[in-house]
């Protein structure tokens, strides 16, 4: 096998994406998968998959051996060997992308897979970081359960979760070129989140207190002082209801097939969580500017939304809100630190 090059696009010293040097097929491919759901990344996109369709996006990119190896230590042609085997010896080069804008850096690597003739055969989301792991194993785990998707909803179905050097990876099918994220304005797809929670189980509230979600929020709200046991007093006495969850429901996650819908991204899922966590995700997602310049007026709406009843009540609130701090909502650990101080006016 020929020593492995590739052209690299780097953006303020950050590498972006780099395409194999030698098919050219797969660089167009690899500048189709490039999201382009924001202006500037649309533009990025159309510009460097014009510059190859034309034969000049050397002069955007620079010429590199092994981007891979150098960026997360394993080597290209080990990892190709390595997808191989479960890719049928079908994989014959890569591409491989970072997460973009370069401020965005998630501490992952993602790869696609191409054939000899430039298709696209695989995705591979690779984690660098340790403490990265147990997302990726808790999402394909979540995958496993959804791989037969729905009436209206499908997942990436899972190929291999293993490790190289040190290195977990994911393996899944890829998705369809002809797949568009929702616009950030869209209205919550309810119906497509109601197949994906699947059934809805009514358990005591205190059950909550042992989900490994709960626990991550307790761990983690320790730097607010009488957070969580505000929190777990909504729950005396009362009932709680869960379902699937997937954590980060939000447009870039949710893409259009038509009338039907692929959904990405299940690292922050559980199988057993609160039942308005995601759409209290979509509903915090599209008003971050709130959330950050106004969280105390923010979470007061919010306490008035749910002590209607119509929603679960406060009860439901706090579980959901527990549910996106545990796993790192921007909007959720800026509106919890005011629980306290609010959860007074509305009475158990």
Sequence with gaps: ????????????????IALPARSRAARLRSTTHINGFTPKRWLFKNLL?????????????????????????????????????????RVATISIRWPWPVWAD??????????????????TKIVLEEKQDRQLRNEAEMLNALKDGT?????????????????????????????????????????????????????????????????????EARSVPGLAASMKARFDGRMAQTCRVHGDFSPKNILRDGGDYWIVDWETGSLEGPRFADPLYYQLEARPQECEQRPVET?????????????????????????????DCVEARRLLPHWHQLSEGYPA
């Excluded at 998630?106 to 995705?123: C, K, M, N, S, T």
Aim: net charge neutral; with cysteine.
């Design 151 to 219: 009436r209206r909803c499908r997942v990436p179905k899972p190929i291999a979760l293993d490790s190289i050097d040190g290195r977990l990876y994911l393996v899944t099918e890829p998705l369809p070129e002809r797949l568009r994220p929702l616009r950030q304005d869209s209205a919550f797809p309810a119906e497509a989140a109601a197949e994906l929670a699947g059934p809805v189980r009514t358990v005591p509230g205190a059950a909550l207190f042992a989900m490994p979600w709960w626990l991550r929020f307790e761990e």
């Design 106 to 123: 998630r501490g992952r690597i993602y790869v696609y897979a191409f054939d000899r003739q430039g298709r696209v055969l695989a995705f």
């Design 1 to 16: 096998m020929a020593s492995p090059a590739f052209r690299l696009v780097s953006s303020g010293g950050n590498p972006v």
């Design 299 to 327: 979470l007061e709406a919010l306490f008035r939304q749910y002590d209607t009843g119509e929603e679960g009540g406060i009860a439901a609130l706090a579980a959901a809100l527990a549910y996106l701090y545990s796993v």
């Design 49 to 89: 998959k014009g510059a190859v369709a034309l034969g000049v996006d050397r002069l955007l990119t620079s010429a590199v051996r092994d981007p891979l190896h150098e960026y997360s230590g394993i080597e290209t042609r080990a990892f190709i060997a390595a997808l191989n085997r479960v890719l049928d010896d």
